[in-house]
Structures are given as C-alpha cells and as structure tokens.
C-alpha cells in the first residue's frame, strides 16, 4: 500500500500523485456518479462514469451560481412519480382479498401520498421563499413583514447600546430637555423647626 503524503514546500503545499487520486474518487461528485451508473444499470443503460461525473459538476456549479432550475425540474417530476406509485398502490389495495394485505397495501399508497404532498411543498419553498411576520416590541408598532429570500437576505448586527460603550467617566451627556407647557409649577417647601418637635 502506498503511503499517503503530503510534502511541504516552504509556505506551498505539494499533494502526491496517490492523495490527488484518493481526493478526486472520494469527492461526492465521482460518488454519486459511481451511484447514478449502478442504478442506471436496472434500466438496461451503460452509463459512463466519467461522463456523469462531468455532468453532475456542471449541474453542482449551476446550483452555486443560483441557478435552480435542476432542483425545480426534479421535485415537478418526483411529484408526478409520486403521485403516481399512490394511485397504483391505492388501486391494488381495493383488489386485496385479505384484511391484511388490503391494511399493508393501503398504507404504503397513503405514505406515497405523503411523501407526494412534502415533495410538493419543498418546490412551492423553493419557488416562493415562506414569509415571516414578526412583531417587534419597543420599535415599531403592530406587524411587520419579513421575507427570508435567500439572495435577499441581509446580516444585520445587534449591537449594544451605544452610550454603554463610550468612556463618559460617569458623566451625563444627553442634551438637556426643554421644560413642557404642562409642567406643573413648582414651590417653595415650608421651614421646618426641628426644635418644636420634642421627639426629634
């Protein structure tokens, strides 16, 4: 077995003819291609795996550049598989002779339906993000609307109070407030003589 090394060349990282391979067969790409040409194989079709390895790097890229199209074309069609593995499961339940078989059958239509009804609601997300409507206390009154598009989305940073930060050295500096029309006037308090009070 050859070992696996990673040779150091200064500040670049020169990798071996053996981890570059082991990089590349590993890689999810060259997995799921190797996956894809098994399963393809019950169809009677030879797929080459090089060739799907190519094609699901160009559909990844396509994805990381926001082009979404592949997912959307997928989900639209499993809906439609789905739906129809229901229909072919609930009809042969009804020819069931026995209770039993009938319960099985009828339950493995009813999860196809399921699955169906999730699979519809992963497009309808992905083509029209969900909307939040969150109430914001001490801010804004009543509700506000928040959409959580991805390429929409923004981070925000909540950041502390200001003035606890600024080394004021114990100071008040707010600006002084203007005296209201409603304040109520103020007056003098009345003396008071400790010494006529013999319990002071």
Known sequence: ????TVKKNKDVTVKTEERKKAEIELSPGLLNASTVRTYMAAFGNDVDVI????VLKEKSKRIND???SDLEETLAAQVVSLNTIYAALAQRADQC???DQMEVTMKLAL???AQ???TVEALASLKTPATVFAKQ????????QVNNAPSLARKTINSPNELLQEDNHGMDTRAPTKTRRNDTKMETVGKIHGTQDGRR
Request: with cysteine; net charge positive.
């Open 1 to 4: 077995m050859t070992k696996v």
């Open 51 to 54: 060739e799907a390895f190519a």
């Open 66 to 68: 926001g082009d979404l």
């Open 97 to 99: 002779k026995f209770l």
């Open 111 to 113: 999860r196809a339906q």
């Open 116 to 118: 169906c009804a999730r």
């Open 137 to 144: 206390a001490n801010i804004a009154h009543g509700h506000q």
